[in-house]
């Protein structure tokens, strides 16, 4: 069985289906199948996705993902379903009906499923301004599962939508690792912006989530806009520590110890 991660999300369909079938013990592989004849048979999607966790189960792919971000194999069932199943998904407007009637899991599946079923459809010359739309209706919400979701379908979002996507994730804690194309897009304004968010949770007295460096380096000039040798910081124990602690994230050197005032002799 192969480890899994966020990050694998981003690697399609084939990839899950391996992973699906390494993880399903022979009556589980049994009750999987039972779920595609029904969807072969012409039961609708919106009837067959709520059977999937009680035929695959829900183990966590990954035992260590506290956040359960990288999600359970019956997450993998259901967009495989939707995209490699005997009759997956045709468009975004299928998506969408799904998404609007479904659960939390069942909207997951929907925007892991969501790029690929556009690309198709894109490919035929039909790119669907909708699918930006249903990741934008997503990156509103408060479910931070749904949220991971969401970015994993960030390609979809032109460039002020995707840095606002990576904002939501630093300031809901996603980690930024389940956001699609994040290497290939970070770009200075998005290095600017995370600045500007450490310079406020520090102002806060709150910790900065390690991963901002995926976004803001070491080596950006934006550092220097998140504040971190700001003086006013060393007058609140919590905003100190958070200050210091950024320091080290970022490695920006701290200040110099002021001088006591020599001693008159």
């Not at 894109?122 to 997503?138: F, N």
């Not at 390609?155 to 699609?180: S, T």
Request: aromatic share 4%; net charge negative; with cysteine.
């Amino acid at each position: 069985m192969s480890a899994w991660g966020v990050a694998d999300w981003d690697a399609g369909p084939a990839r899950w289906a391996d992973a699906l079938q390494s993880r399903l013990a022979p009556e589980a592989r049994q009750r999987w199948q039972g779920v595609r004849d029904r969807a072969a048979a012409g039961t609708p999607l919106d009837v067959v996705l709520p059977g999937v966790s009680r035929a695959v189960g829900r183990e966590r792919l990954d035992p260590d993902d506290d956040g359960a971000f990288a999600g359970g194999v019956d997450d993998l069932a259901r967009a495989l379903l939707l995209t490699e199943g005997p009759v997956p998904a045709q468009d975004v407007a299928t998506l969408r009906s799904l998404y609007d009637v479904g659960d939390a899991a069942e909207r997951r599946a929907v925007l892991r499923a969501l790029p690929h079923v556009a690309a198709r459809a894109a490919a035929g010359g039909d790119r669907d301004p909708a699918a930006t739309v249903l990741v934008e209706d997503a990156l509103r919400a408060n479910d931070t599962r749904l949220v991971a979701a969401a970015v994993g379908a960030a390609d979809l979002l032109d460039a002020d939508g995707f840095r606002q996507a990576v904002l939501k994730c630093l300031f809901v804690e996603v980690p930024l690792e389940c956001v699609q194309g994040l290497a290939r897009r970070a770009d200075g304004p998005l290095a600017a912006m995370t600045a500007r968010f450490v310079a406020e949770r520090v102002a806060a007295g709150r910790a900065v989530p390690d991963d901002v460096v995926l976004v803001l380096p070491p080596s950006s000039a934006a550092v220097a806009e998140a504040r971190l040798d700001d003086p006013a910081h060393d007058a609140h124990d919590d905003r100190r520590a958070a200050a210091a602690a950024a320091r080290r994230l970022l490695g920006v050197p701290g200040r110099p110890a002021p001088h006591a005032p020599a001693e008159e002799t």
